[in-house]
């Protein structure tokens, strides 16, 4: 007991908590999403115009070049990339010297999707079986992480669901080796074909536990394109993927071609003993991503 | 790369015209539904009730759009997944329906269906929604209202951009140019 005591009054002496206004955190997001819901990340353009030039497909290149056409259009005229602007996810990542202010975070935040999505398609629905739609886009779904430090790293994917609805959790067994980890990630990404709008970007999890291993995949679809993963095995491993994906043939669209993926991004975390889990989450070819710290 | 410039009502010669791979500009009512339209569609029919839009010769586009913004008929309007529709295609099909728009695959009932009823089957580009929303110039919901964003749409195509997938004769451009990009 004195030593708790001790501890918690040197901590007190030495960090004050930083109070930051959940107003702030408001508006933000909401500048956030309005900002991601019509602008494509430049990383991803990039990629898009590289694989415009290399796509051997006459179909896939003319859809590559209307996906570009649409970016374009999308920003000049700031609309929406495209109609579906997802169920809002949003990944809140709190220094543990932060102390919020002024209201409740979690109402905030659904405050600030409700009104970034006030001039966007109503796309949430209360209950899965009862199918009443709440009218606003709320609520999001919200993924808490307590960090060191007194900031506030707000990231959001607004996915929509084409993709998300063939994204694939399994649990392979623990000596199931990365060939059977290969096998899994190109059969989904095939077995998708058209369904998930390609060019797609792959987002793998590898380890952790059933739930943690869906997280850990859609995590993967927050890092920009161009930077691999600094492990040199899963940088090796996202190379061989991406080939392998590339090799199936799907292409722009489903429509036959060579850029069916123009990434694939691993994230792994620790696993049990008797387990490899493995989960796809794949993004579609309009990628809508940001962040935000405060 | 073949192109059509197609109007709706579209007549069998015109869908009998289409192969696989072909593109397509089409012009003139579509009417635009998705999962929640169809069903309710179907159970009308199963009731032996009245549809409330026609079918013979007329496309249907699977959309939801989102709201228009100034100036514009309706707001990003892309494609959605056709296969979620499967279920609910044949018997619109076999009462006239000459095209179904969308992305993704569709089931063997529907492609048999396509060329035994003689329709067509096209793939919007999924992703594209703002300059798809450019092809349509006017858009208003005419039946379902209650069901919102999922009502059906009376959408106006002017020249809407969209490759034939699964034509009338059994060609299936999913099923086959895929394979001859695929590398061992």
Same mark, same amino acid.
């Given at each position: &007991? ?6 918690? $009054?040197?901590?007190?002496? @030495? ?27 430049? +990383?991803?353009? *990039? ?19 209307? /996906?570009?056409? @649409?970016?374009? /259009? ?27 202010? +002024? =209201? ?32 606003? @886009? ?10 060191? =430090?007194?900031?506030?790293?707000? *990231? ?8 998300? &609805?063939?994204?694939?959790?399994? &649990?392979?067994?623990?000596t199931a080796g990365e060939a059977e980890v290969k096998r899994f990630v190109v059969e989904v990404v095939q077995r998708a074909g058209p369904n998930a709008c390609p060019p797609v970007i792959v987002g793998v999890g590898l380890g952790s536990s059933f739930e943690g291993v869906a997280l850990l995949a859609k995590k993967a679809l927050l890092?920009?394109?161009? $930077?691999? @993963? ?8 996202? =190379? ?7 090799? $199936? ?13 123009? *990434? ?11 387990? /490899? ?8 070819? *309009? ?8 | ?6 109007? #709706? ?90 095209? #179904? ?40 919901a005419v039946a379902y209202e209650d069901l919102g964003t999922e009502a059906i749409w009376e959408l106006e195509f002017a020249d809407f951009p969209a490759v034939v997938v699964n034509d009338a004769h059994g060609g299936d451009l999913y099923a086959t140019s895929p394979p001859a990009y695929a590398r061992p």
């Open positions: &007991m004195v030593v708790d005591s001790l501890l918690y $009054t040197e901590y007190v002496d @030495n960090v004050a908590p930083r109070a930051i206004s959940v107003r702030s955190v408001e508006e933000a997001v909401v500048q956030l999403l309005r900002d991601c819901v019509r602008r494509l990340p430049p +990383d991803y353009l *990039a990629a898009l115009r590289e694989a415009e030039a290399r796509e051997p497909s006459p179909l896939g290149r003319r859809v590559l070049r209307m /996906l570009l056409d @649409n970016a374009e /259009l999308a920003e000049r005229v700031g609309v929406a990339t495209c109609q579906d602007t997802g169920i809002p996810v949003l990944f809140v990542e709190v220094g543990q010297d932060v102390h919020f202010v +002024d =209201g409740s975070l979690p109402e905030a935040l659904e405050e600030a999707v409700r009104e970034a999505y006030r001039d966007l398609r109503k796309s949430v629905v209360r209950d899965p079986l009862l199918r009443e739609n709440t009218g606003d @886009n709320t609520p999001p779904v919200v993924h808490y992480e307590i960090v060191p =430090g007194d900031r506030v790293r707000i *990231a959001t994917l607004v996915k929509g669901f084409g993709a998300e &609805m063939t994204s694939v959790v399994r &649990m392979l067994p623990a890092r920009p394109l161009g $930077t691999p @993963n600094p492990k040199p095995h899963l940088a090796k491993l996202e =190379g061989e993927l991406l080939e392998a994906v590339n090799a $199936t043939g799907v292409g722009p669209q489903g429509l036959g071609g060579v850029c069916t993926a123009l *990434a694939v991004h691993v994230e792994s975390s620790p696993t049990h003993i008797a387990a /490899l889990p493995v989960a796809v989450n794949l993004n579609c070819s *309009a990628p809508r991503r940001g962040e935000v710290v405060l | 790369m073949r192109e059509w410039r197609l109007r #709706t009502p579209l007549r069998e010669e015109d869908v009998v015209n289409l192969r696989a791979g072909d593109w397509v500009a089409l012009s003139g009512v579509v009417y635009g539904a998705r999962d929640a339209a169809h069903q309710r569609l179907v159970e009308t029919l199963r009731r032996g009730e009245p549809l409330p839009i026609p079918l013979a010769g007329q496309a249907i586009y699977y959309v939801g759009p989102a709201p228009a913004q100034e100036g514009w008929a309706v707001g990003p309007a892309g494609p959605t997944t056709s296969g979620r529709m499967d279920p609910f295609t044949v018997p619109l099909l076999e009462r006239g329906l000459k095209a #179904t728009i969308g992305k993704g695959t569709r089931s063997r009932e529907v492609k048999e269906a396509l060329v035994r009823c003689r329709a067509v089957y096209l793939a919007a580009v999924g992703g594209a929604a703002a300059l798809l929303a450019r092809h349509i110039v006017r858009g208003r």
